[in-house]
């Protein structure tokens, strides 16, 4: 449904770009365009956790106080980014991308529809 892509090995206090959308025929049969969209990732033997999150309009945005000042969500029509500066060992993790079918993001896991594969960043001290 969604695919996620730009993740990799980086190092402390670097940065990275990821991206994440639906393509053909899901993209127009689940509404992405119109849907909240959301980034939450998982350390192996840990519970996914919110990371950032953005309404339909791509204005209104949230953050986990963890990456809040350092990660930046953005969206076009087509796609949503999830921009991450100043790296840390405790970013590492597999990020997933999800869609809410709301116009309003949220924090919760059990909000989100659709979710996306996973890309892994390792962040190296």
């Known amino acids: 449904q969604l695919q996620a892509s730009g993740g990799g090995l980086v190092q402390a206090g670097g940065s990275l770009r990821l991206s994440c959308t639906a393509s053909?025929?899901?993209?127009?049969?689940?509404?992405?365009?119109?849907?909240?969209l959301g980034w939450f990732r998982q350390v192996p033997g840990k519970e996914r956790e919110f990371v950032a999150c953005?309404?339909?309009?791509?204005?209104i945005r949230t953050y986990a106080d963890s990456v809040k000042g350092r990660f930046t969500i953005s969206r076009d029509k087509m796609t949503v980014y999830l921009e991450m500066n100043s790296l840390t060992p405790e970013d590492t993790a597999v990020y997933y991308c999800?869609?809410?079918?709301?116009?309003?993001?949220?924090?919760?896991?059990?909000?989100?529809?659709?979710w996306g594969q996973g890309t892994l960043v390792t962040v190296s001290s």
């Open positions: 999800a869609q809410r079918s709301s116009r309003l993001g949220s924090r919760l896991l059990v909000d989100y529809d659709y």
């Open positions: 053909g025929r899901a993209f127009y049969d689940s509404g992405f365009g119109d849907s909240a």
């Open positions: 953005t309404d339909r309009s791509g204005r």
